[in-house]
């Protein structure tokens, strides 16, 4: 067994492990509360955790509620980072990590240039989701790209026939993988981990962490070799279809 992996010691407990995309009951998408989130996190063993709740139901006055209870909850041994997720036209939906004033709006490009504005980090959320054209004008804005999101790309395999073709065109693009936590009862198989940074968006900004899945680990700019990319496109493929057909298995049980 691999214990240092591209200069990361899984062995050094300096290591830090946390999770981006959740929610929480200050979204419409989860009933579990900042102070329970931080409690699993804290059995887990996750030090950092990224809350992006849903723009929609928010306003100014709550998004300072939740950024001040983000704070509450924020210690030596565990920071919660907060921001919000964006659904715009196109069916595109935007992460902003870190942002702690309310903004709204739906058009793609201008939400990016905002969450820059208020220091944020824009991330394309599952584009996997809807296999959807990506847009070059908003690609080559944007921070990074969720080539990993455990709801909608499943827990196996990440989706890095998109983001080979996101990094065509900006390749400045980081990737990141998301959780969509909506659940305690949920299980968790995706996580970043970290060399211990006290500021740990600064490293998210860098790129300075890695994805952890299963038996996968990649960097933040995964650089895949030939065989590499035809072996996961194969089994994305396989993967998908599975999943259409038990899609259909149990529409048909019903």
């Not at 809350?51 to 920071?79: A, L, W, Y």
């Not at 997720?85 to 939906?93: D, Y």
């Not at 969450?115 to 991330?123: D, N, R, S, T, V």
Request: with cysteine.
């Amino acid at each position: 067994m691999l214990s240092v992996v591209n200069g990361y010691d899984f062995w050094n407990k300096k290591m830090i492990q946390g999770l981006i995309h959740i929610h929480t009951s200050f979204s419409y998408d989860s009933s579990m509360s900042i102070e329970e989130l931080k409690d699993f996190c804290e059995r887990k063993g996750y030090r950092f955790v990224a809350i992006t709740e849903h723009r929609e139901g928010m306003n100014p006055t709550r998004m300072n509620e939740f950024v001040e209870k983000c704070q509450m909850v924020s210690d030596s041994s565990f920071f919660c980072i907060p921001g919000l997720e964006f659904s715009c036209k196109g069916n595109i939906h935007i992460l902003g990590l870190g942002i702690k004033e309310y903004f709204d709006g739906d058009n793609p490009k201008e939400i990016v240039e905002c969450i820059h504005i208020k220091e944020g980090l824009a991330i394309l959320a599952h584009p996997g989701r809807k296999e959807y054209e990506l847009p070059k004008d908003l690609l080559s804005t944007l921070d990074g790209i969720e080539i990993w999101n455990e709801m909608y790309d499943g827990r196996f395999i990440p989706r890095i026939d998109i983001f080979e073709r996101a990094k065509r065109i900006n390749p400045n693009l980081l990737a990141f993988s998301g959780v969509e936590l909506h659940s305690l009862s949920q299980s968790v198989t995706l996580s970043l981990i970290m060399n211990d940074d006290k500021n740990i968006l600064k490293a998210l900004k860098k790129g300075d962490f890695r994805i952890i899945g299963g038996l996968l680990s990649f960097s933040s700019s995964p650089r895949f070799r030939m065989y590499e990319k035809a072996w996961f496109c194969l089994v994305r493929c396989l993967y998908d279809m599975a999943r259409k057909i038990k899609r259909s298995v149990s529409a048909a049980v019903v």
